[in-house]
């Protein structure tokens, strides 16, 4: 299979700031040169494509090109053979620029996966209109490390799948590719829904693991010990994730924290212990009440902005009945990828 990787990765965070090789182990160099090299070692034909010569030293650039890499400083060329063109890129606009970029190079069929830089969803909305019109063969779909490459714990890939919204965006054949790419380095590939990969493998995770666990405590309290009606239960943990992810949008983690008051939470959330054992209750009532002073200082100074609390699947559904399915559509992908402007 021919692979293009777009970025080496930032050594100097990796290895100076993050001090991967102390707290995780590993070999540099971590990132896309790693993915790069694996990928190479299973196989592949791989091109690395990296403009910032810098970002990698000398010893470093020797391992990429004796693995078999080809190294290129130039975008577009880099992608006139990729099958897969692996985006191991800055976050935000700069991955889109670089995706509007190759698109016109990519040979038919190939399909452009995202790592940690942007849901791909996301990505494919930015690129709707080529996609439609000029390059409607190429697929978008994800290739989510979840890990640093390099380091032990880069032992999986998440690719992203069919969307929960029914869009296409990649052909079962460009997913399966995908899968092939990271099975063959010798990781394991989870298909995920395509605008779910983010939120389950990228640094976001940290939120959803201690969210899900919370939301499968009281969902268990609430239905088996207090004996609520399930649809009781699951809107009211609606209504609260609705309610932070509405705050955090509209007046950040500072707003959201200062409206939720941790002290009341603290005293409220005591009440739901009703096991011996919840320890996901246990944990994050010793967090937050052993919050310190500086910390409640820099909850207490924030604003609460004008917020409006309404569950975002009954507003789309609201959207369409009054604005017709193909407007409330263009309205919709407008919202996700204000998201990442």
């Known amino acids: 299979m021919k692979v293009t990787v777009y970025g080496a990765g930032n050594q100097k965070l990796y290895i100076e700031n ?11 160099p971590y990132g896309g040169s790693r993915m790069a090299v694996e990928f190479a070692e299973a196989g592949h034909e791989v091109t690395l494509a990296e403009p910032a010569r810098e970002i990698l030293d ?15 400083e130039d975008d577009a060329e880099a992608a ?6 692996v985006l191991f890129t800055p976050f935000g606009k700069k991955t889109f620029e670089i995706a509007k970029n190759i698109l016109p190079e990519l040979p038919e069929n ?6 940690c830089t942007v849901s791909p969803v996301v990505l494919y909305y930015v690129l709707e209109k080529e996609l439609r019109m000029e390059r409607r ?11 640093v490459p390099g380091t032990p714990q880069h032992e999986h890939y998440v690719i992203g799948g069919h969307a929960t919204s029914d869009l296409d965006i990649a052909t ?3 997913i399966a590719r995908c899968v092939e790419l990271a099975e063959s380095s010798g990781k394991k590939a989870y298909v995920v829904p395509a605008d779910v990969s983010s939120a389950v493998a990228d640094m976001g995770s940290l939120v959803t693991a201690v969210a899900l666990s919370g939301v499968l405590d009281y969902y268990y309290v609430g239905t088996k010990i207090i004996g609520a009606p399930e649809e009781m239960v699951e809107k009211q943990i609606l209504m609260t994730l609705q309610t932070m992810a509405s705050l955090v949008e509209t007046s950040g983690v500072r707003g959201m924290a200062r409206a939720m008051n941790p002290e009341l939470l603290v005293k409220s959330a005591k009440s739901m212990h009703l096991l011996e054992e919840q320890e996901e209750l246990d944990a994050a009532l010793r967090k937050l009440s052993d919050l310190n ?15 409006d609390l309404v569950a975002a699947q009954a507003l789309t559904s609201e959207l369409k009945t009054v604005m017709g399915e193909r407007a409330a559509e263009g309205t919709i992908r407008r919202c996700m990828r204000k998201m990442f402007e």
């Open 18 to 28: 993050l001090k991967l090789p102390e707290k995780y182990g590993g070999e540099a």
């Open 58 to 72: 000398d010893d470093h650039w020797n391992l990429v090109e004796e693995a078999g890499v080809t190294v290129s």
């Open 80 to 85: 006139r053979e990729a099958e897969v063109a």
């Open 110 to 115: 190939a399909v452009i996966a995202n790592t």
């Open 137 to 147: 063969d190429i697929g978008i779909a994800s290739m989510h490390p979840a890990a």
């Open 172 to 174: 079962d054949e460009q």
């Open 293 to 307: 002073e500086d910390v409640m200082k820099w909850i207490e100074g924030a604003g609460v902005n004008h917020t």
